[in-house]
């Protein structure tokens, strides 16, 4: 049984920082595609990050390009996202998952095969 557990999240003042981590069980971690995704009230969900099985390859999405850093720990079976100069529009549920699907990375939440039960982020101006 996959299970993804994030933690990490928070309330937090403008500028500030939060490290937000995802324990995963239940499959060949170091074999895929890990994500985070967020969604804020009334919003649909949208990229954040990804990281390739090995780490060599990341995306971002541009709002949060050179502000967020994704990355992993194969041996810990564990996927973090260092979140800096936060700003309120920061402000949502945060989401790991893993695509068990492709070797590349996809920035679509469809493609996605798990998800965790999300933690939240809230970012006070």
């Known amino acids: 049984q996959v299970q993804l557990v994030e933690s990490g999240g928070g309330l937090v003042q403008a500028g500030g920082s939060l490290r937000l981590s995802c324990a995963a069980s239940?499959?060949?971690?170091?074999?895929?595609?890990m994500a985070w995704f967020r969604q804020a009230p009334g919003k649909e969900r949208e990229f954040v990050a990804a990281?390739?099985?090995?780490?060599?390859?990341?995306a971002y999405a541009d709002s949060v390009k050179g502000r967020f850093t994704i990355s992993r720990d194969n041996a810990k079976n564990t996927v973090y996202l260092q979140m800096d100069s936060l700003k309120p529009e920061d402000t949502a549920v945060y989401y790991c998952?893993?695509?068990?699907?492709?070797?590349?990375?996809?920035?679509?939440?469809?493609?996605?095969?798990?998800w965790g039960q999300g933690t939240q982020v809230t970012v006070s101006s």
């Open positions: 998952s893993v695509d068990k699907g492709r070797w590349g990375i996809s920035r679509l939440g469809h493609e996605y095969d798990y």
């Open positions: 239940g499959l060949g971690f170091s074999m895929y595609t």
């Open positions: 990281i390739n099985w090995g780490g060599a390859s990341t």
